[in-house]
């Protein structure tokens, strides 16, 4: 995978914030918003698989305010494992 610009570091980022944001709210509220759907697509590309992503929308669905968070939890830790398969230094651009 060719070397990311800052641009693409920058939304990598950024994504990664929003998702980690909603994640952490999704023991309170719903976590399907126009902005993690939009996070969710800025990474697809980086992708070699895109399981952690739907499953992380799949998540938002969920009633259950515990299912909700650890599914988001953990499909949030396979989009960051994908990204370092990738080869994306994910802890440069994200701190967890």
Aim: hydrophobic content about 40%.
């Amino acid at each position: 995978m060719p070397a990311l610009n800052k641009n693409d570091t920058a939304i990598i980022k950024l994504s990664l914030q929003i998702l980690a944001t909603a994640r952490d709210a999704g023991s309170q509220q719903a976590i399907q918003t126009d902005a993690v759907r939009l996070a969710l697509r800025c990474l697809r590309p980086h992708m070699r698989e895109q399981w952690p992503l739907h499953t992380f929308w799949d998540a938002g669905e969920s009633q259950n305010e515990l299912g909700r968070s650890a599914s988001s939890n953990a499909s949030l830790n396979g989009i960051v494992h994908q990204l370092r398969l990738a080869g994306i230094k994910v802890d440069e651009v994200y701190d967890g």
